[in-house]
């Protein structure tokens, strides 16, 4: 029976509570009541630091930069405060000996005369040190990033070292020193004035209020090209060792996006490199950097959109291969017999002859193709051994093979005189 009483009617009971609730919050709204609340981290300003400043000191706080206020009012009036309705202050008129200042809080608050506050710190503590003036580099930072098919290449400064003044203790706090320069969707050079912030050894920022810098910005011009893929060509330089050839020449990336000015870039199809096989009787690796062959030969107007690009190459050098030919006199052209001889190829050392080349040239090529010759210049009647040598070329090696030519006067032709 009782579990009867309790359960039933439960709605009921439930908009009597939330009835309750209304008028509760109501009666306290309508009666306003006295209520206490502490602003905390409120910034204490400093004024009249030129008692220490005019005698040729800075100073450092050590304690009292921020300080929290206690406020008693009527409900209403203390909901509505905030951090922004309280103004502190350190007096540098009212230092001790011990460097201690007075701090004075006030409200703002068009309601200010109806609240109670109180301070729970009353005292700005500094340390009086010596003024030191020391130079420091100016690093620029790049935040954002230009936009697609440009590159930016670099920064310049019209000065990358000032000087900063301030209290010795906050001089030798500083580490970085850095001009922050947004390049977000740009598409060309340009040049513009940046401030500087000022960071300690744990990359927190130091306030710029507590040093004196010779200039607070720094004009700063940032370079930026548009960009280009282009081939990559490469060449061989030098002569393998004797018997051997550069069979074929490998290397990747064969593409490489550079950036340059619009001039150069719209002239700039391809980039050749050389690789050096002089002597080489087996491959020759190389590995280039690519920006540094861009900077020995364009200086600073391309450069590699890849900073870290290495061109990998691969000359195979191999060993000739070799085909004999038949060899026939009627092969053999003989050539600067003097005017007043004619000649007669007799014989050869050997009726066939040994070429040496690479496949894909020598095997196809005939004996004809070898245009084979003996040279008879400044040479006498008489019988003449002589070598027989090819001007096909420098793609292949013919081996030695002579021929015997004999050299006779050519008989003068009767005039038909006589008695």
Not at 62 to 91: H, M, P, W, Y
Not at 190 to 217: C, H, P, R, W
Not at 375 to 381: F, I, P, T, V
């Amino acid at each position: 029976m009782l579990k009867n009483k309790l359960t039933n009617n439960i709605v009921w009971k439930l908009v009597s509570l939330v009835i309750a609730a209304i008028i509760w919050f109501a009666i306290m709204n309508i009666a306003d009541p006295v209520t206490t609340e502490t602003f905390t981290g409120i910034p204490v300003s400093i004024v009249n630091d030129d008692i220490i400043v005019r005698r040729g000191y800075k100073y450092t706080v050590e304690s009292g930069e921020q300080v929290d206020i206690t406020c008693k009012g009527r409900r209403s009036v203390i909901l509505a405060l905030t951090n922004n309705d309280f103004v502190a202050t350190a007096d540098f008129e009212t230092l001790d000996s011990m460097y201690m200042a007075n701090i004075t809080a006030e409200c703002t608050s068009p309601n200010a005369s109806e609240i109670k506050m109180s301070l729970r710190t009353e005292k700005m503590a500094v340390k009086r040190e010596d003024s030191v003036t020391e130079p420091y580099s100016v690093r620029v930072v790049l935040t954002g990033a230009v936009r697609d098919g440009y590159y930016c290449y670099g920064t310049s400064m019209t000065s990358s070292l000032i000087q900063i003044t301030g209290a010795e203790s906050q001089i030798r706090s500083v580490k970085d020193i850095i001009a922050y320069v947004n390049i977000e969707d740009r598409t060309e050079t340009f040049t513009d004035e940046y401030k500087l912030v000022a960071y300690d050894e744990n990359g927190m920022e130091i306030d710029s209020m507590k040093l004196n810098f010779s200039q607070d910005k720094v004009t700063v011009t940032v370079g930026i090209y548009r960009t280009k893929s282009v081939g990559i060509k490469i060449e061989t330089a030098g002569t393998p060792v004797n018997g051997y050839y550069v069979e074929k020449v490998e290397y990747a990336p064969q593409t490489v996006l550079v950036a340059a000015d619009r001039s150069v870039l719209d002239e700039l199809d391809s980039i050749t490199l050389s690789v050096d096989v002089s002597g080489a009787s087996k491959p020759v690796e190389s590995l280039i950097a690519l920006n540094d062959y861009l900077i020995s030969t364009y200086g600073n107007n391309v450069y590699a959109v890849d900073d870290s690009t290495y061109i990998g190459i691969v000359a195979d050098v191999s060993p000739f291969e070799e085909r004999i030919l038949e060899l026939r006199e009627s092969d053999i052209e003989v050539r600067n017999v003097g005017e007043e001889l004619e000649y007669t190829l007799e014989s050869l050392s050997d009726h066939t002859i040994r070429i040496r080349g690479a496949l894909d040239v020598i095997s196809s090529i005939t004996t004809a193709d070898l245009k084979l010759f003996v040279d008879m210049e400044n040479l006498s009647a008489g019988t003449h051994a002589r070598q027989i040598r090819s001007d096909y070329g420098s793609q292949i090696m013919v081996d030695s093979v002579s021929a015997s030519v004999r050299l006779s006067p050519i008989p003068k032709e009767d005039d038909g005189g006589g008695e």
